[in-house]
């Protein structure tokens, strides 16, 4: 057989129980794989790689080197009855990090997070203060970071809502795999969904004309996620535009230059964060409500690691409701007793930078060495409000090709799942997700920090 079945498995294993005996969900997709054999597997992998490749599904490590991005297309199934439990929470999230971010911005006291917090967070804007965005939304476009538990319990580990990334590797990877290993979905009712028809809808909301002008803007071809900036906005139907395509007229609207005329600009879909850098007066017409912004400026304020601790008391306080996802429990450290317990029980717990992201500034403790450990409790120690430390958390593995051994092996998974939110306050969670691979011997999934990604079907 492919699979060793004998050798027992990770207990939380999606596709092998421990003692490797198939979990019912996934019969047929083993079943499809021992058909085609190793050595077709291999081949087809191959295929699909040289077709990553070509459509060049890329994602840049650093200012020297795109790579195609690394993908085990053997698809993650996620049953029905678990995501609608997944879907319903995130969207709950956003409703209440929404309803937040307009009281922090246009209320007269926010009265969730401490102001202290608030006022040390790196991406707060005191300067939109009593600035209302379009019909109030502040979070159009929304990712969140999962991981599984097991028992379809689903634990968020953080938020990200300043420029969520990774729908279009959610997308590409299963279209792909699809299109190179079709015999993996024989026996499944997978569940669609089509982004194109929800941001269309979440345009047009914000606007005030029905068919809006807008325009993706990219931070150049070589940014790290340009393969991402240019499917949208083929899939959208919009122009991809560079700072040096858009200007602001004299009227103060926004304008992009065309070869066959210049036009005006009702929504900018952005994909960079210094405005200013990229569209000298974006910021100014933005704020004298000229143009829209997706995401709206000031939403980075939930991005902060310490922030994301007091998000089920805006379900709360906003919507009057228990939260329905549970959060990884997190550590405060500018709290002497939390600081204390968090040095005292160092090799077994998480710290994360508080504006980290793309897997930057996560420290997995258990995973380190003594010395580099010392050196982070010694940094926690002078600089506790720079951290907060969470609980290290044995989640989910799934199966992962090899294809030059041609042998199945264990990886850490987490999911990004994607939702948007339109002018009406209705909220679209696209099934199925991001699934992020770590490296071996690592539980870091991020695409920036090495990791890989995977199919993801949400199955009937």
């Given at each position: ?353 508080r504006q980290g ?9 258990p995973d380190l ?52 939110q339109n002018g ?37």
């Amino acid at each position: 057989m492919l699979i060793d079945t004998t050798t027992p498995m990770h207990v939380l294993n999606e596709c092998l129980a421990a003692d490797g005996s198939v979990k019912p969900v996934y019969r047929n997709l083993m079943n499809s794989v021992e058909s085609l054999g190793v050595e077709e597997l291999q081949r087809r992998w191959s295929v699909a790689k040289e077709q990553a490749a070509l459509d060049a599904f890329t994602f840049m490590l650093d200012p020297r080197e795109f790579r195609t991005v690394p993908t085990d297309w053997m698809p993650r199934l996620i049953p029905e009855q678990d995501w609608e439990v997944i879907s319903r929470g995130v969207a709950q999230r956003l409703k209440a990090i929404n309803r937040f971010l307009l009281e922090l911005y246009c209320g007269e006291q926010e009265e969730v997070v401490p102001p202290d917090v608030m006022y040390s967070c790196q991406y707060y804007n005191p300067e939109l203060q009593d600035f209302r965005p379009a019909r109030d939304v502040f979070v159009h476009v929304y990712g969140i970071d999962l991981v599984h538990m097991g028992e379809g319990r689903y634990v968020i580990l953080e938020d990200n809502l300043r420029i969520p990334s990774g729908i279009s590797y959610q997308m590409k990877s299963t279209e792909i795999g699809m299109d190179v290993l079709p015999e993996m979905t024989a026996g499944y009712d997978i569940v669609p969904y089509d982004i194109r028809a929800a941001y269309h809808e979440m345009f047009a909301s914000l606007c005030d004309t029905p068919d809006p002008v807008c325009v993706l803007l990219t931070d150049s071809k070589y940014g790290s996620a340009f393969f991402e900036h240019r499917y949208l906005s083929e899939l959208l139907g919009i122009p991809l535009v560079e700072g040096s395509d858009l200007y602001v007229g004299d009227n103060g609207r926004v304008w992009g230059r065309a070869m066959d005329g210049d036009f005006e600009v009702d929504l900018v879909y952005r994909r960079v964060e210094d405005l200013e850098l990229f569209v000298p007066g974006l910021t100014e017409a933005y704020l004298d409500h000229k143009v829209v912004l997706v995401n709206a400026m000031g939403t980075g304020a939930c991005d902060d690691k310490l922030v994301f601790l007091w998000v089920p008391d805006m379900i709360e306080r906003y919507l009057g409701e228990n939260a329905i996802l549970e959060q990884a429990v997190s550590y405060d450290l500018r709290l002497p007793a939390n600081r204390e317990y968090v040095l005292q029980n160092l090799d077994s717990l998480v710290l994360k930078t508080r504006q980290g992201y793309g897997g930057l500034g996560v420290f997995i403790l258990p995973d380190l060495d003594k010395g580099y450990r010392s050196r982070l409790a010694q940094q926690l120690i002078e600089q506790p409000q720079v951290f907060i430390a969470q609980e290290t958390l044995d989640f989910s593995r799934h199966l992962v090709f090899d294809e030059l051994n041609g042998e199945f092996e264990e990886r850490y998974i987490d999911l990004r799942v994607f939702a948007v939110q339109n002018g009406n306050g209705e909220v679209t969670v696209f099934p199925g997700g991001l699934t992020r691979v770590s490296e071996a011997n690592s539980r870091v999934t991020n695409n920036s920090s090495g990791g890989s990604c995977k199919p993801s079907w949400v199955v009937r």
